[in-house]
């Protein structure tokens, strides 16, 4: 982890990141569950930029205590999503 990403996950205000991350998701969910034809769109399935910054926050040991399947739990935690063993 890089200096700045780790001033990131210290500064003031970093409890606000779940919730901050939760507001983004619903958002995210609102737009895309909008009408039928956004639902069954594939550009909706992740939400690309709070994935990031959960990624980073994972990465950096930092709880956040959200779940949701815009942001697939298996690439948080750098899994196969749907993986099989073999």
Request: charged share 20%; with cysteine.
């Amino acid at each position: 982890m890089d200096v700045q990403q780790s001033y990131w996950l210290r500064r003031p205000g970093v409890a606000d990141f779940g919730p901050a991350l939760t507001e983004a998701l619903n958002l995210h969910k609102g737009y895309w569950t909008l009408t039928e034809e956004r639902t069954q769109d594939i550009d909706g399935a992740v939400v690309l930029a709070p994935l990031a910054m959960a990624c980073l926050a994972y990465d950096g040991k930092l709880p956040f205590g959200v779940e949701s399947p815009f942001v697939p739990k298996c690439l948080l935690e750098h899994a196969w999503c749907g993986g099989f063993p073999t």
